[in-house]
C-alpha cells in the first residue's frame, strides 16, 4: 500500500513510519522542516516537503495514495484548527473510495475511571476540541470512507513524550520527587512501538468507523511512575504529592489531564485486530529502558 504520512518524526509518527516500512509499505511522509526531511531521508520513506497547513497538498496527497495515516501534533494551541483544516481537505477527497483514512485522538476523552470504547466522553478542557473532529472521522464511514480512529494512552519510548513530565519534575530539599497531583492517579500507557502495530493493523484491517484504544492494558500509578524513573535515574525513590494548585501552577492546562484517573485493557484491538503489545511496560523502560539510556 502507498500510504501517506503526517508527524512522521514524532515520538508515534517516526514509529508508525518504521512500522509501515518494516511491513512492505511505500510511505510519502510530510516533512516542514530541512531538519525533518533529513531524519525522514535516513529511512527508505518518500519526503514530501510541505506543511500539514496546505489543504491543495493534503488534498492531492489523499487523492494519490492508498490509505492516509495522520499523526501529527504540536501542542501549541493551534492543534484544533489544523486538524479541523486536514479534515476539511482530505474527507471530501477520500468520500466514495473506501480508502482508509487513520486519524490520531487520545485516550483522554473518556475522563477518569475504567474506560473502554463504550464509556462516555468526559475529556478535560484541554482535550475537549477533539470530540467533535473524532465524531466527524468516525461518520466519514457512511461517506465511503474506510475512517478509523484510534485513541492512544500516555505513549512511552525513545526516553520522550509525556512520561519526562513525572521523570524530570522538580525534587524538594531532601530529594524526593515532586510528583503532579497526588500520585495516586493511574494512567493507562502504551510503548509507541505497539502503537505504531496498532496503527498499521488499523489501516490494513479494521472496519469502516471503527475505534479503538491504544493501549497496552498497563496502567501503573504516577506515583509508581515517578519511583521507577528515580530508580532509573538511580536516585532517591522518594516521592511527594502536589495539591491541583501547585501542579497547574507548574503545567499550566496539562495540570488537568494528568489529574485524569484511567485504566484499560486495551481489549477490543486484540479481540478485533489481532493486536499483540509485546513492548516493556512503561515501570520497565523508565526503571532500566529508554529513559535511561536518555
Known amino acids: 500500500m502507498d500510504v501517506f504520512l503526517t508527524g512522521g518524526t514524532g515520538l508515534v509518527g517516526s514509529a508508525v513510519l518504521l512500522a509501515l516500512l518494516e511491513e512492505g509499505h511505500t510511505v510519502h511522509a510530510l516533512a516542514r522542516s530541512e531538519r525533518s526531511a533529513r531524519v525522514l531521508a535516513s529511512t527508505s520513506a518518500i519526503v514530501v516537503r510541505g506543511d500539514v ?152 484491517d479494521a472496519a469502516p468507523g471503527s475505534y479503538y484504544l491504544g493501549v497496552s492494558g498497563a496502567n501503573p500509578t504516577v506515583r509508581e511512575i515517578g519511583e521507577a524513573a528515580s530508580r532509573g535515574a538511580g536516585l532517591d525513590p522518594a516521592t511527594v504529592p502536589s495539591t491541583d494548585a501547585e501542579t497547574e501552577a507548574r503545567l499550566g492546562a496539562l495540570a488537568g489531564a494528568l489529574a485524569l484517573d484511567q485504566q484499560a485493557t486495551g481489549a477490543k484491538a486484540r479481540a478485533e485486530l489481532d493486536w499483540k503489545p509485546t513492548g516493556p511496560t512503561l515501570l520497565e523502560d523508565l526503571s532500566s529502558g529508554s529513559y535511561v539510556a536518555a
Open 53 to 204: 497547513g496546505d489543504p491543495a497538498l493534503l488534498a492531492e496527497a489523499a487523492r494519490s495514495a492508498d490509505g492516509f495515516v495522520h499523526t501529527a501534533a504540536a501542542a501549541d494551541g493551534e492543534d484544533a484548527q489544523r486538524d479541523a483544516a486536514l479534515l476539511d481537505a482530505v474527507l471530501p477527497v477520500l468520500a466514495g473510495t473506501g480508502k482508509p483514512y487513520v486519524h490520531t485522538s487520545g485516550v483522554w476523552a473518556h475522563g477518569s475511571g475504567e474506560i473502554d470504547e463504550d464509556t462516555p466522553f468526559a475529556p478535560p478542557q484541554l482535550t475537549a476540541w477533539r470530540l467533535p473532529l473524532d465524531a466527524r472521522v468516525r461518520a466519514a464511514a457512511a461517506d465511503g470512507v474506510r475512517s478509523v480512529l484510534i485513541a492512544p494512552g500516555i505513549v512511552h519510548g525513545r526516553g520522550l513524550g509525556l512520561p519526562t513530565v513525572v521523570k524530570d519534575g522538580p525534587r524538594t530539599e531532601d530529594g524526593a520527587l515532586v510528583l503532579p497531583g497526588s500520585g495516586e492517579q493511574h494512567w493507562t500507557t502504551v510503548h509507541t512501538d505497539d502503537l505504531a502495530r496498532l496503527y498499521v493493523r488499523a489501516l490494513t
